[in-house]
């Protein structure tokens, strides 16, 4: 039941997902965003795979989190998508996020990200506190590992910062997807 999608499906998607963090923010504004994808590379982001992964991180969270203002969990064509409002610091639902996608089985294929409101001039963010990439308008933004001095994530194959392979095309479609399979099934043994 894999599908494929395009591009602009993607691009559409992640919009979505902006404006849903967006309005999320301004509706519990004294709560703490926690959104949830899967990171699958490749056309195809939903299959059995993915739905797998998207409710082993949903089970991770609700354990993590037991007090919860909100949550929403989507299982599109487009990808396994959650949000959560937790009452808890955003330094705090960093680090138990952090320690879910560092600790669980499946965790290199979850992003769990806690979403900061876009930054005021007033409130003193740093541009390490925010991961909005270099010259693109203040918004809604992941709130960084580097801001709780946590280590950057680890490529799936190597040993070097997964965003650096991410940017330099470094691994094969068919490497990444043989690694995800290998980690899946590791834990069906």
């Known amino acids: 039941m894999a599908v494929e999608i395009s591009l602009s499906q993607l691009l559409e998607s992640r919009e979505a997902r902006v404006r849903e963090q967006e309005r999320l923010l301004r509706a519990y504004p004294d709560g703490t965003l926690i959104c949830l994808t899967v990171q699958f590379p490749g056309p195809v982001k939903r299959d059995i795979s993915s739905i797998l992964v998207g409710e082993a991180g949903i089970t991770a969270l609700e354990e993590a989190f037991q007090e919860r203002l909100y949550e929403d969990v989507r299982d599109l064509e487009t990808g396994f998508e959650a949000f959560y409002i937790v009452p808890e610091s955003p330094e705090e639902a960093k680090r138990r996020c952090c320690e879910i996608e560092d600790t669980h089985p499946w965790g290199r294929l979850m992003d769990i990200d806690v979403i900061l409101p876009a930054a005021n001039p007033a409130d003193n963010a740093?541009?390490?506190?925010?991961?909005?990439?270099?010259?693109?308008?203040a918004a809604a933004a992941p709130l960084s590992r580097a801001a709780l001095g946590l280590p950057e994530r680890k490529c799936l194959l190597c040993d070097r910062p997964a965003r650096e392979c991410i940017r330099a095309r470094t691994h094969s479609l068919t490497e990444l997807?043989?690694?995800?399979?290998?980690?899946?099934?590791?834990?069906?043994?």
């Open 126 to 137: 740093t541009p390490a506190t925010l991961a909005t990439p270099a010259g693109t308008p």
């Open 177 to 189: 997807q043989a690694r995800i399979d290998a980690l899946l099934s590791e834990q069906f043994r």
